[in-house]
């Protein structure tokens, strides 16, 4: 490829709900462009983005893959982005580089979830957005229907730039709006096509287009506008010169019509977006801080080399591989840069222009481009790599919480101690993925977005790091209380031939409100014990709520009270007390009328208002109560609050039950009483589970 500088550059987002067929319509982009001679199918494992073993293994996105292509004379960097919400980081962190986003939406479907995540996350970076409706050449399409749904959710701007003549199986056509054309397109997938103008209906049809058009563009310039009220009209040559600025605006939300697999429409894109579409020319300074925290700008003439990783990535062949996009300056191989964010130095090696597997070797990468660069030593997704003489850092990405949880368990004690390593390494390439040891529940705990991230998590795990472990529902983290008062009075006396152990411990213990904790405390009078012990019996109190003398679960929000006992003036020693302590605590907890609490998270599930009734019966199999209904455009969001051993896969089966169409998010709520009905068989559940291990 030439040696592109940024008005050349064009930096784009392909993104969308799942399933919209994104990644096949890169393959149609590529094909158009003299990359691939031939289009490849997901099912056959052989398009130019889903190359990864992980993508080819579930045939579905899993990575944003960089794809890179010239067309008209500009250098197109395309990000195939999953659509699936387990990796909603890969999108997330290519709209952080990108200067527009392609939103795929099924001409079937029309406007899902997905597609408004993807628009609001493109709103917050301030960059274009402009629709693709594809899939045209299925049964069932419809797209004036679903223009108008592009409209209900993001205004009356949604404007068709192509519309489809003969959508269905037979599709081949569409009616360019900038040009007053039908545009046939070859049956072989070539993407070649030829032109004539439109006559009856399709004339009528596509000369109001263009007054709405010109209505629009009109407004992106006083001057323009004052030309238009003049003229009554405009010039092709005005409406040309300035659509980009319409569209920078917001003025115009670009709405294409496309098949991917038949190749229709797609040279249309392309065209419009090398002639109009954003470059980082568009958004030529960025904000960032510098070292002290004080805001400050970074332009691209500013000479001094800023860059921001996006993302990175292990692959076989090539180690861990860096994926950046360049705001001021030059990159260089060869060159010391300042890590900012970690306060590291790093040696640029080799870099790289990336389309998917392929990687051309380059010299060095101007400012508005992306690429790659391999084996950086300490830098991770979301640093920021500069000149030592200028060293500030950029924004980084916000990425959701994680609202799925699951549990590793190691094969053997030679891969537990290889787990931390390999989990570690997984976190830094994905920021949406989590994890820690659970003390309580004694469990390695995963979470992400979603079961199938946690399950492409254990196989990177046994692929890359050789651990074998499984992945398993986590326990709940269950914890004991009591709804009365109890008292004990206990005695430890052993003698074994020499010095013995003596101790008595009298105890009361009473209930405390929600998340009071355990309290320990003394109220020793006279000479019967010395205080010397008191430690002692805090100790065994300690131990018995962390070992829970009711079902083995750790105990909470109690009060306890050391209030007399007595001792021997040789027996009694340290581990005495701390014995009888815990026996005394363990019989007046099983006095004081103990119970379970759960922990329950509150839920948010948005999903189209057709669906609100199955979520809502599923929730109350879950024991779910409805806390509120909220609106937002055709979605509905249900507020609900749930016990946690309730959601184990909840988000695969939230998208079962609204084909794919919900969302959720989820965090920690409180502690609530397990229903009385519930408590002996979690209790023996909890009992058979220690005896396995």
Request: aromatic residues 6%; hydrophobic residues 40%.
């Amino acid at each position: 490829m030439k040696d592109y500088r940024a008005p050349d550059i064009r930096n784009v987002a392909i993104t969308g709900h799942s399933s919209t067929g994104k990644t096949l319509l890169c393959e149609a982009m590529l094909v158009c462009a003299g990359k691939l001679a031939r289009a490849g199918t997901i099912e056959q494992g052989n398009t130019a983005s889903d190359f990864h073993s992980d993508e080819k293994e579930h045939r579905q996105s899993i990575h944003a893959t960089v794809l890179a292509e010239e067309w008209l004379g500009r250098e197109l960097n395309l990000i195939d982005c999953p659509g699936t919400p387990d990796f909603i980081s890969e999108p997330l962190s290519a709209l952080r580089v990108a200067d527009s986003a392609m939103i795929v939406v099924s001409g079937v479907n029309g406007v899902e979830t997905g597609a408004d995540e993807i628009w609001a996350a493109a709103a917050s970076y301030d960059i274009p957005r402009f629709l693709v409706i594809s899939q045209l050449d299925r049964e069932h399409t419809r797209f004036d229907e679903i223009l108008e749904e592009a409209r209900e959710h993001y205004g009356a701007r949604v404007f068709p730039m192509t519309l489809p003549v003969d959508a269905g199986p037979g599709f081949s056509a569409v009616l360019d709006v900038m040009r007053s054309e039908v545009i046939s397109f070859s049956a072989d997938g070539s993407g070649k096509y030829t032109e004539k103008p439109a006559e009856g209906e399709l004339k009528d049809r596509v000369n109001e287009l263009h007054r709405q058009l010109i209505d629009m563009v009109a407004e992106s310039d006083d001057g323009l506008m004052e030309k238009f009220f003049d003229q009554g009209t405009l010039s092709e040559e005005d409406l040309r010169a300035h659509v980009h600025a319409a569209v920078q605006k917001g003025l115009v939300v670009p709405v294409f019509a496309a098949s991917a697999v038949k190749n229709v429409g797609v040279s249309r894109i392309l065209d419009f977006i090398a002639k109009y579409g954003s470059s980082p020319v568009d958004r030529a300074t960025v904000a960032a801080k510098d070292m002290g925290g004080a805001d400050v700008s970074v332009s691209l003439d500013d000479g001094q080399t800023v860059l921001f990783i996006f993302k990175t990535m292990h692959e076989d062949h090539v180690g861990n591989l860096s994926f950046f996009r360049v705001y001021s300056g030059d990159v260089v191989s060869g060159t010391e840069l300042a890590n900012t964010t970690r306060g590291e130095s790093e040696r640029m090696g080799q870099l790289y222009r990336v389309n998917g597997s392929v990687r051309e070797p380059v010299p060095s990468l101007h400012a508005g481009d992306i690429g790659a660069v391999v084996k950086l030593r300490a830098t991770r997704s979301g640093d920021t790599l500069c000149a030592p003489s200028r060293q500030i850092t950029l924004p980084v990405v916000e990425f959701p919480t994680p609202n799925t949880r699951g549990a590793l368990v190691a094969k053997s004690k030679s891969d537990l101690n290889k787990l931390g390593e390999g989990l570690s390494s997984l976190r830094e390439e994905d920021p949406t993925f989590d994890y820690h040891f659970e003390p309580e529940i004694g469990q390695t705990i995963v979470s992400g977005q979603g079961w199938l991230q946690l399950q492409i998590v254990t196989e990177e795990l046994k692929r890359r790091f050789n651990v074998d472990v499984e992945l398993v529902e986590p326990r709940v983290s269950y914890r004991a209380t009591i709804s009365g008062r109890g008292e004990s009075k206990h005695r430890h006396k052993k003698q074994t031939g020499g010095a013995g152990q003596f101790a008595e411990v009298w105890m009361r213990i009473e209930s405390l409100p929600a998340d009071s904790g355990l309290v320990f405390t003394q109220s020793l009078v006279g000479n019967n014990v010395d205080r010397v012990f008191v430690p002692s019996v805090e100790k065994g109190v300690n131990a018995a709520c962390t070992a829970g003398p009711y079902g083995g679960f750790p105990v909470t929000d109690v009060k306890v009270d050391f209030y007399d006992g007595k001792q021997h003036p040789v027996d009694s020693k340290d581990i005495a007390f701390q014995i009888a302590g815990k026996a005394a605590f363990n019989e007046a907890f099983l006095m004081a009328k103990p119970k379970l609490l759960e922990p329950v998270m509150e839920l948010r599930i948005k999903v189209p208002s057709d669906a609100v009734g199955g979520v809502l019966a599923d929730l109350s199999g879950r024991r779910g109560r409805i806390m509120g209904m909220e609106t937002e455009g055709r979605f509905e969001v249900v507020v609900a609050q749930v016990p946690q051993a309730e959601l184990y896969q909840y988000s695969s089966q939230l998208r079962a039950i609204t084909a794919g169409r919900g969302r959720h998010k989820e965090k920690f709520e409180r502690y609530e009483d397990v229903p009385r009905e519930m408590e002996a068989k979690i209790i023996a559940q909890h009992g058979r589970k220690v005896e396995e291990e």
